[in-house]
């Protein structure tokens, strides 16, 4: 007859048994009940924090300049709806790549907007165009163009 002893003795005794110390642990985590210091505060009154923070269009392009890398400027145009229409051409023997986003602006952009006494700024959708020059280290913003779309446009009228 074999006893315990003789089992612990063998290879495959030792491994049996570590398989089923191995399993008991197991067992035993799934069923204990969490400290209130592992647990996450999940009532319906705590903000989770999301970032970056979502702002609007208005608030996003304000800080939009030439000049500036294109990695901080996608980071930022990130959070305008996906879909850029992206195009890459050769102007003055420049490689540049452009994006087109479709913005909804409420307010003005003074810095992407020039003052046309004719055609007030109309809130509504808006094409923005940002260039960027690829040619130099950073790929820094060459150019930015907002443009109304063509409902927006049958508003100045």
Not at 34 to 49: F, I, K, N, Q, V
């Given at each position: 007859?074999?006893?315990?002893?003789?089992?612990?003795?063998?290879?495959?005794?030792?491994?049996?048994?570590?398989?089923?110390?191995f399993g008991g642990w197991i067992v035993?985590?799934?069923?204990?009940t969490?400290?209130?210091?592992?647990?996450?505060?999940?009532?319906?009154?705590?903000?989770?924090?999301v970032w970056p923070?979502?702002?609007p269009?208005?608030?996003l392009l304000m800080s939009l300049h030439v000049g500036?890398?294109?990695?901080?400027?996608?980071?930022?145009?990130?959070?305008?709806?996906p879909a850029p229409v992206t195009n890459a051409a050769i102007s003055?023997?420049?490689?540049?790549?452009?994006?087109?986003?479709?913005?909804?602006?409420?307010r003005p952009i003074p810095h992407l907007m020039p003052v046309d006494l004719l055609h007030p700024?109309?809130?509504?959708?808006?094409c923005l165009t940002v260039e960027y020059a690829n040619d130099r280290p950073g790929a820094p913003i060459a150019r930015i163009t907002l443009t109304p779309t063509r409902h927006s446009e049958g508003s100045h009228d």
């Open positions: 007859m074999t006893t315990a002893r003789d089992m612990l003795c063998s290879p495959l005794g030792v491994l049996i048994a570590a398989m089923i110390a035993y985590d799934a069923y204990q969490p400290d209130s210091s592992e647990t996450a505060d999940l009532s319906p009154h705590r903000e989770l924090a923070p979502r702002l269009p208005d608030q500036m890398p294109r990695i901080i400027a996608q980071r930022q145009l990130a959070q305008l709806p003055a023997s420049t490689p540049i790549a452009d994006a087109a986003y479709l913005v909804t602006l409420h700024f109309q809130p509504g959708d808006y």
